[in-house]
């Protein structure tokens, strides 16, 4: 029997979602969650695609080796279970893959020794991302484990654009510099969006826009990227749901100083207090939204402020690229949020930007061109699929080692 699933792992720090693909045709068979792991009030929602059934079970679930253990569980009693010799392999969503990084990689002790090494530069998200790859190993040593990493795609970015303008010793020192995030979302948008231009990936240049809860823009040439929002955190960059996004650096020596506020309290303060919910009270565009539309001014500054930065991104990054072939819209925003999307590119008539109001508004799944027939520049809602690129590179990974043994 051929091996073709793959089971993609998404381990956050009191979370575990997972999805079972069939890579014969990119058809998911499972998918689910495992919520506040650790607490008294664990959550685990389990979806069989194969029968459409949906099984929630509440109760405690100690850490991430249990959740594992009920995931394991649950797709077993829908025959698809962790043993089963179809699944070829576990793909594990890894956020910071640091400058080492650049490609999946099949996990050994070497790579399982580098993720950990990287926890300084990602002290929430490293650690759970081991400890889902340590459970997975250890309930099928034999299977190939794939790390995944979110940076990966952003280590095309020149120096140019992934160092910051300081101090070059104290930057190597402790290892400053912009890595980026959302990469495997960033690598398969820019992909589906030369796909729906009709062209090969190296032949178009694309600015893409991942906004969700978590924003960041990229600019991405002939196939690689050259530049994108977030730095050495996911805090730089565009307005998001809870961050702020870029912000004057010495605003933190300020609050430090004036304010007499601890680093944690400014760390919680700029990551989960600013952006939109700082603004405005609500970090759901659809509520912001509707706040507008009823006169509400908070919420309208709000959303001025948040497409103030993101045309600014858009503007940079055509600068960036010189020429460009597209700009794809995605995540939760990007691809629902028509009034965002037309607010984006308004004015930007004159470097060939434009929606056109009926396909702007219209409702669609797939990818789908937005911009006026014949715009010069293509703009386009391309919606991510981030485990289904996860299952695609963990994929080609073990299929191609294979082919070596
Ligand atoms: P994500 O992080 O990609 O799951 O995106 C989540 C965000 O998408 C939510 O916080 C909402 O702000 C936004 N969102 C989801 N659906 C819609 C919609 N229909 N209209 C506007 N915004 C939406």
């Avoid at 043993?83 to 080492?100: C, K, N, T, Y």
């Avoid at 304010?259 to 944690?264: E, I």
Wanted: net charge negative.
């Amino acid at each position: 029997m051929t091996a073709t699933r793959v089971l993609v792992l998404n381990s956050g720090s009191s979370s575990l979602k997972y999805q079972l693909l069939d890579m014969r045709d990119s058809s998911r068979l499972a998918t689910g969650i495992v919520e506040r792991i650790g607490e008294r009030t664990s959550r685990l929602k389990h979806t069989a695609l194969t029968t459409g059934e949906t099984r929630e079970t509440a109760g405690p679930v100690a850490d991430h080796a249990a959740a594992l253990k009920a995931v394991a569980e649950e797709l077993g009693r829908d025959g698809l279970g962790m043993d089963s010799p179809e699944l070829a392999a576990i793909g594990h969503r890894v956020v910071h893959g640091g400058s080492s990084f650049t490609e999946p990689e099949i996990v050994d002790d070497a790579v399982l020794a580098e993720i950990e090494r990287l926890v300084p530069l990602a002290p929430l998200h490293n650690p759970a991302n081991l400890t889902g790859i340590r459970t997975a190993r250890s309930l099928r040593p034999d299977l190939p484990q794939v790390a995944v990493f979110d940076t990966a795609f952003h280590t095309t970015m020149p120096e140019s654009a992934a160092r910051y303008a300081i101090d070059v010793s104290t930057a190597d020192e402790y290892r400053i510099r912009r890595y980026g995030f959302h990469g495997t979302s960033h690598a398969y948008v820019s992909r589906e969006t030369a796909k729906l231009l009709g062209r090969a990936p190296e032949d178009v240049n694309v600015i893409v826009l991942h906004l969700g809860n978590g924003a960041s823009a990229s600019a991405v040439r002939g196939g690689r990227c050259v530049d994108t929002s977030m730095g050495l955190t996911p805090l730089e960059g565009l307005v998001m749901g809870t961050r702020s996004g870029d912000v004057d650096p010495a605003v933190i020596f300020h609050l430090t100083r004036v304010g007499g506020m601890s680093t944690d309290e400014i760390d919680t303060l700029l990551n989960k207090k600013s952006g939109l919910i700082g603004l405005c009270g609500d970090n759901d565009m659809r509520e912001i939204r509707s706040r507008v539309d009823e006169g509400d001014e908070q919420a309208r500054l709000a959303f001025d402020i948040y497409i103030h930065r993101l045309k600014k991104y858009i503007g940079a990054y055509y600068a960036v690229l010189g020429r460009v072939d597209a700009i794809a819209f995605t995540a939760g925003v990007g691809e629902n949020a028509a009034a965002v999307r037309e607010a984006a590119v308004a004015g930007l008539e004159g470097l060939g930007l434009a929606v056109d109001a009926g396909l702007n508004a219209a409702r669609g799944d797939g990818a789908r061109i937005v911009s006026p027939e014949g715009a010069r520049v293509t703009v386009a809602v391309v919606p991510t699929d981030e485990e289904l690129e996860i299952a695609t590179q963990t994929y080609a990974l073990v299929g191609a080692s294979h082919d070596l043994t």
